[in-house]
């Protein structure tokens, strides 16, 4: 409450309350509503004077005579008429039908247009006070009442305009409340605990393609021993707490015990949480938004009961799913909880819809099922750790990591932190999953940015050097060295300084990223299954830019590989990734897409499509395929042989310029290694006596240095910089 | 054989495993939500529910978090149990205590609970959790066969009169406490809090371990002079833990020419001390010698001699570092 306004605001609302509580105490099950708001007319008055008022007391209307037919209730007769026959059918007098007494979980089905038409629509006036005030100086709420027509239309949702959708509707105990005040948890336990129960409903339907959402928030009654559950919304228009007592009640037999029941069980709820005196301002506002924009809704839903088990097996299952300690329980073919028939109504709104097909599993089945997947899923992250680690010792040389494609790895790592970030706010959000939650979200991001972007900062130093270079001279194999109008960078980043603008932009890409997803949940349906599957395939090509990157590399085929590595040190031809990785991490992160585009019945609720997945393994397959063939047959196959220009060769004979401008070594026609410090003896053009040496026994460095084969390679697994001047040597 | 055994758990492959499950299953367990399946209790899971899978499996386990620290530690303590009998005795021994214990418990309980735990408040319903039967049936070889290599005092003195008699130690003091303690007082004060620790039922637990030892020891229960476990033998190949084995061991790891250089001169020099006579002559030549506390110089003119294993955890560290 932050003013007068507000205050007096709250006070109205509560002194509403409480002289509508008064009337509740009062009323029996042969006296009809009197003064409650939403409840002072039935449909028999709109019917007569579609233009009626809601005022107390109407003229001529008899207060004190209760009968369960429309010149009383808000329903129409004809959908009383199909309650007793459709949904509330079975009477269960025998007891000869066990019906589970708790039932948290989350039901998923379809529902139906019945009518949107037919029915009139029940006058529900909002009292005035509820409005915000116009002015700072406005101290006393105004009185009086507006009607729906007299409201500014803010689009609200006055309709139900689809024919078939599809609902939600999840079910939690109330016997578990928090405080508001003392955030004090205290268990509400009614006297009849074994027989009536409190739920807290959230009701969520909208057409196939998202366009018109629906949700309403409620408290319902749920009667165990019939299996009925009755919930009504409550708004500013609309107090259906004191309505439940009459509505549960409107069957023939046990009429009035069942209205003293429900009767006693709201009277007991409200005195446990104080009804009026914990409101706050807030309950005003949702009160009044609820009241503007919705409609207000009775759902009456029928379970399908639980025959199969006894009494004390419903108990032990009760037990077991609160408390595990292994009873013999068999959790495993526990049935879903079913709504056999449902119906919803709105009387001010006159909408009446059908359900059918509504049924969900037992939150704490769901919640066993969702930690199986996630330890599946830790077992995955550790896999691919665990190759990630391999495919690192096996470029373990910068020539090596030089061939391996940054973005190929960006993406991989792209995808592994934000799964942990969504992780990690998955962990906030639900408390019984927080230790596999919170595990998965570490491993996933000890993966993504310890490993991945380590192995990143070590492929981003060895690529430094090609920055700024054209394609065409990454394709010749040189990095511009001898190209003197490239301006030499200044100087060469150390691996610290990368690190620190890799990880930069880590986390930035990260938060943006994991932003665009979660916001990306919300979107209409139509838009969100175009962005998902256009981000799903291009998460999914991350072998792409390294088959560019082999293709620019330019490694050679397997069988020339064969041939050159019999003459000695030519480790540096290995293709960059091991085909365990590449399979391994294809598996890896194909398996969780898979799952959730094929199996219908996946935790997430996605939809079923296999045809995006076979497209998208063939996409994969494709990939692999071509990294295979750039394997066997060479990485630029496919290019045409005239594009390709020739790389830099380190081994070429000298002129014998040369050696008079460096000078020789102690013998005649050698120079020094500047690494052995030994003769380098070498081919000379002009000398014929020289000629008997073989090429491949030095290198020469773009730079004019000469140096042992086998010394330089041994260098260049450390560093690609010519040892004596420095300037940035070309990957073998 | 030394005073010292060696720092750490190499070559000590028994005493791994137990410390490994120790750990481990109960971190998994906790992270599954599978950590009730390891409660033993008489009332709703053997009598009534008959799940008998509870007593092969209680003892992997040790509920409470606490418990599983000091049973981790208290196995660390028992490698000199592995070091005098071997890894494969101590394999055996282990198995052996698991099997009579468990056993002579179930048994026991059964039998109070059909004679004397008719009432409610006199039956034996709680057993212990995680392998605290095994451990005390361990205690008693523990006790047994490992001598105590020192001991110490000390005096907890009453509060004085005055500064009298402050600095005059020498003088008896009547009211002065002393306290002996040797070397096996940590071993002793876990055991104490592990028993303390599960209540009443740790007591009896306990005792019955204990006795179970006891009589395997003495032959009572039969198994421990004849039987070995087979198929073992390839995990635990190495023997005892003496000096060159654990070299072996660490020779397995590293495998560098150095290191097994090292190994040579450690194996000739016990193998000298087993054979001959322990004089002056059989002292180890290249400088690896029985103190421990330079093992390591043996091979200390050939360069990477002292190079350490890089076992998966070092690498991992190692990604940090570089």
């Known amino acids: 409450v932050s003013s007068q306004y507000e205050f007096n605001q709250l006070q109205r609302l509560k002194q509403q309350f409480r002289t509508e509580h008064n009337t509740f105490v009062n009323m029996t099950y042969t006296d009809s509503f009197r003064n409650i708001t939403g409840l002072k007319l039935s449909y028999q008055d709109m019917l007569n004077n579609p233009l009626q008022n809601a005022t107390y007391p109407l003229p001529g209307k008899d207060y004190d005579r209760w009968f369960p037919n429309q010149n009383y209730m808000v329903l129409p007769n004809d959908v009383i008429e199909a309650i007793n026959t459709e949904v509330w059918n079975t009477s269960n007098d025998d007891a000869s039908n066990l019906f589970p007494p708790n039932i948290t979980s989350t039901l998923l089905g379809k529902i139906d247009l019945v009518s949107n038409n037919k029915y009139e629509k029940i006058r529900m006036p909002v009292p005035r006070f509820y409005e915000p005030a116009t002015d700072f100086s406005e101290d006393i709420p105004p009185e009086g009442e507006t009607y729906w027509s007299e409201w500014p239309s803010y689009g609200e949702l006055h309709n139900v305009s689809f024919q078939h959708g599809e609902i939600a509707i999840q079910i939690s105990h109330m016997s578990n409340l928090q405080d508001n005040n003392n955030y004090l948890r205290r268990n509400f336990i009614n006297k009849k605990n074994d027989r009536w129960k409190l739920l807290n409903l959230q009701i969520d339907f909208s057409d196939k393609a998202e366009k018109e959402k629906h949700s309403i928030y409620s408290k319902a009654v749920y009667d165990i021993q019939r299996g009925r559950i009755l919930s009504i919304s409550q708004s500013s228009k609309f107090h259906s707490l004191f309505a439940l007592p009459h509505y549960m009640s409107f069957q023939n037999d046990y009429n009035e015990k069942i209205f003293n029941d429900v009767k006693e069980l709201v009277d007991e709820f409200w005195n446990f949480t104080d009804y009026t005196d914990v409101m706050t301002m807030k309950d005003v506002q949702d009160a009044y938004n609820n009241a503007n924009f919705k409609c207000e809704y009775l759902i009456f839903l029928q379970l399908e009961p639980w025959n199969q088990y006894t009494r004390d097996q419903i108990k032990l299952i009760d037990d077991e799913l609160n408390w595990p300690l292994g009873r013999p329980a068999n959790l495993s073919s526990l049935p879903p909880i079913n709504v056999v028939s449902g119906l919803l109504y709105s009387p001010d709104c006159g909408v009446r819809l059908g359900l059918h097909n509504v049924k969900g599993t037992r939150y704490e089945l769901k919640i066993m099922s969702i930690r199986k997947h996630l330890l599946f899923g830790i077992a995955l992250f550790a896999a691919q750790i665990y190759l990630l680690l391999t495919q690192m010792h096996h470029t373990n040389t910068p020539s090596m990591v030089n061939k391996i494609s940054f973005y190929c790895f960006s993406m991989i790592n792209l995808v592994d932190g934000s799964l942990a970030t969504l992780y990690f706010v998955a962990a906030s959000v639900v408390p019984e999953l927080y230790l596999p939650l919170v595990i998965s979200a570490f491993s996933c991001f000890i993966l993504a940015s310890i490993f991945e972007i380590r192995y990143l900062i070590s492929i981003y130093a060895s690529q430094v050097n090609e920055q700024n270079v054209g394609i065409i001279n990454l394709l010749r194999g040189n990095t511009g060295t001898y190209d003197e109008n490239r301006p030499r960078p200044a100087f060469i980043p150390d691996e610290g300084s990368i690190g620190g603008s890799l990880y930069g932009r880590f986390f930035f890409m990260l938060i943006i990223f994991t932003f665009l997803i979660l916001s990306s949940t919300s979107w209409p349906r139509q838009l969100r299954m175009v962005f998902e599957y256009i981000l799903i395939f291009i998460l999914n090509s991350y072998w792409i830019p390294q088959i560019f990157r082999n293709a620019v590399k330019g490694i050679p085929s397997r069988r020339e590989r064969a041939r050159s590595s019999i003459g000695g040190n030519r480790s540096q031809n290995k293709m960059p990734l091991l085909w365990s990785f590449v399979i391994g991490t294809t598996i890896i992160r194909s398996l969780p897409v898979v799952y959730v585009f094929t199996y219908s019945s996946n935790v997430f609720r996605h939809h079923k499509d296999v045809h995006f997945v076979v497209f998208l393994s063939l996409w994969l397959l494709f990939q692999i395929s071509i990294l295979y063939s750039q394997d066997v047959l060479g990485s630029r196959w496919f290019l045409p042989k005239h594009t390709i220009p020739d790389g830099y060769s380190y081994f070429k004979p000298l002129s014998n310029e040369y050696i008079s401008e460096h000078g020789g070594g102690t013998a005649e026609h050698t120079v020094d290694c500047a690494i052995c410090m030994s003769d380098v003896p070498i081919y000379i053009e002009e000398i014929p006596e020289t000629h008997k040496v073989d090429q491949h026994s030095y290198m020469v460095t773009p730079c004019n240095h000469v140096f042992h084969t086998s010394c330089l390679e041994n260098w260049m697994n450390y560093k690609l910089q010519c040892p004596v001047c420095r300037s940035p040597l070309p990957p073998l | ?322």
């Open chain 2, 1 to 322: 054989m030394s005073m010292e055994p060696p720092v750490g758990l190499t070559a000590m492959p028994v005493t791994k495993l137990a410390m490994i499950t120790t750990l481990v299953v109960p971190l998994v367990a906790s992270i599954a939500s599978y950590k009730h399946i390891f409660l033993l209790q008489y009332d709703p899971f053997l009598q009534t529910y008959h799940q008998y899978y509870r007593l092969l499996i209680f003892q992997f386990c040790a509920i409470n978090e606490s418990d599983t620290v000091i049973l981790a530690l208290i196995w660390y303590l028992f490698r000199h149990l592995e070091r005098l009998l071997g890894s494969h005795k101590y394999l055996t021994l282990i198995v052996l205590s698991w099997a009579y214990t468990t056993l002579g418990i179930w048994g026991l309980n059964l039998i109070w609970n059909a004679f004397i735990g008719q009432y409610k408040w006199l039956q034996w319903n709680n057993f212990s959790t995680g392998s605290l039967p095994i451990v005390l049936s361990l205690v008693h070889f523990y006790k047994e066969y490992t001598p105590q290599i020192y001991e110490w005092n000390i005096r907890l003195l009453g509060p004085r009169g005055g500064a009298s008699s402050h600095n005059d130690n020498k003088r008896e003091d009547k009211s002065a406490v002393e306290w002996k303690i040797n070397d096996q007082f940590l071993l002793n004060g876990l055991i104490l809090l592990l028993i303390l620790n599960q209540g009443f039922a740790g007591i009896l637990c306990g005792f019955i371990s204990w006795m179970c030892g006891i009589f395997i020891d003495k032959g009572l229960l039969p198994g421990l002079d004849h039987w070995r476990i087979p198929f073992v033998s390839y995990f635990i190949s190495q023997g005892p833990p003496t000096r060159a084995n654990v070299a072996i061991a660490a020779n397995a790891a590293t495998n560098t020419a150095a290191a097994r250089a090292t190994v040579e001169a450690a194996t000739a020099a016990t193998g000298n001390g087993n054979t001959g006579n322990s004089g002056p002559t059989s002292l180890p030549l290249r400088g690896s010698s029985t103190t421990p506390t330079n093992t390591s110089s043996a091979g200390d003119d050939e360069p990477g001699a002292d190079e350490p294993a890089r076992p998966l955890g070092v690498q991992f560290l190692d990604t940090f570092r570089r």
